[in-house]
Nanobody
Framework: QVQLVESGGGLVQAGGSLRLSCAAS????????MGWYRQAPGKERELFAT???????NYADSVKGRFTISTDNAKNTVYLQMNSLKPEDTAVYYC?????????WGQGTQVTVSS
């Protein structure tokens, strides 16, 4: 059974930092493509950061230069370091794994950035 469990969300002031974690189980982590999505109130869920099994990263323009996605294969965990946070980053953040032609989701963690 595949499980993705996020942690690390919370409330932070604008300009601050947070690090999200997503612990994966039930998948061979080294061949999965991991990604972070977010969904703000009234908006669609958007993909903004991915990391392939080769370690190739991609970011949406809205977070490029501020957010960093990384993995620890020994811990089957993907991280999202978020710096210089803005109020518009407020959303529920979801971890995603593309694995063996299927998509798996975590339960989401709330990130709120106050101005």
């Amino acid at each position: 059974q595949v499980q993705l469990v996020e942690s690390g969300g919370g409330l932070v002031q604008a300009g601050g930092s947070l690090r999200l974690s997503c612990a994966a189980s039930g998948i061979y982590f080294r061949i999965a493509t991991m990604g972070w999505y977010r969904q703000a109130p009234g908006k669609e869920r958007e993909l903004f950061a991915t990391i392939s099994w080769r370690g190739t990263t991609n970011y949406a323009d809205s977070v490029k230069g501020r957010f960093t996605i990384s993995t620890d294969n020994a811990k089957n965990t993907v991280y999202l370091q978020m710096n210089s946070l803005k109020p518009e980053d407020t959303a529920v953040y979801y971890c995603n794994a593309e694995y063996m032609t299927r998509n798996y989701w975590g339960q989401g963690t709330q990130v709120t950035v106050s101005s």
